[in-house]
């Protein structure tokens, strides 16, 4: 019997900083796990499909938006914008990095496959094309049989899930397509920072901070800031 897996994407974040503690000082916690099926969660999947789905027009996008896009506005010397050394740098910069990553991820999954070279599509946009192409028609493989494919979402993950999150977020970001959020003033459970947000229509809420990107279904959130709550009036009464 094939023993179960647990997703190792953001939709675990919470329940992995619950056994983090649970191993570390004894805390009980109720955070239900999210199994793979076999190695990513359903959800996970479908969200990495859809936003591998949006990136050339994402790309497209960032390119419109060093010709058009208004740069927002600082004040005084703190949180002054850096200004780029040429107009369009920002867009050419991360243009390079999201392309360059998609066909290195097509490249190693054509190695790890055996598959035939990546063959020459032309136009930097047919590159881009091509590659979410492929990519799409092997996520399945690469989201169980990756080397990378357990590993932990992050930053630094090779898993091709995270990869794919990771140029996305980017992108919207830059394009300012970000979802309208709302801000959850409560701290992260895992970050303890005030980054929690939930956009227009989303399932979770999420943690922006880069560094720890926790999702939490407003079930988990609500166990949350009952547990501050708790925390709260325990430590007022003593």
């Not at 897996?5 to 953001?10: A, K, L, Q, R, S």
């Not at 969660?41 to 990495?48: D, F, H, W």
């Not at 936003?51 to 994402?58: D, Q």
């Not at 690469?142 to 990771?166: C, F, K, W, Y």
């Amino acid at each position: 019997m094939t023993t179960p897996t647990v997703c190792p994407g953001p939709c675990n974040n919470a329940w992995r900083l619950a056994e983090a503690k649970l191993a570390t000082d004894g805390t009980e916690h109720d955070i239900p796990v999210t199994w793979g099926k076999p190695v990513h969660c359903i959800g996970c999947v479908n969200r990495t499909r859809a936003k591998l789905a949006e990136l050339p027009e994402l790309i497209v996008a960032i390119g419109l938006e060093a010709l058009h896009g208004t740069a927002p506005k600082a004040t005084g010397t703190i949180g002054r914008i850096h200004i780029p050394a040429w107009p369009g740098q920002a867009s050419r910069l991360l243009t390079d990095h999201i392309v360059g990553g998609l066909l290195e991820l097509e490249d190693d999954i054509r190695e790890l496959r055996r598959l035939r070279h990546r063959p020459g599509r032309g136009t930097e946009a047919q590159n881009a094309v091509g590659a979410v192409t492929f990519l799409a028609a092997h996520l399945e493989w690469a989201l169980v049989e990756h080397p990378a494919a357990h590993e932990i979402h992050d930053r630094m993950s090779a898993n091709p899930a995270a990869q794919i999150t990771g140029w996305h977020r980017a992108a919207t970001r830059f394009t300012r397509r970000d979802a309208r959020l709302e801000h959850y003033r409560v701290p992260c459970p895992r970050c303890e920072l005030l980054t929690l947000y939930r956009g227009d229509a989303d399932d979770y809420i999420e943690c922006r901070n880069t560094n720890c990107q926790t999702l939490l279904t407003p079930a988990e959130y609500h166990d949350h800031t009952k547990r501050l709550a708790d925390q709260t009036r325990m430590a007022r009464a003593t």
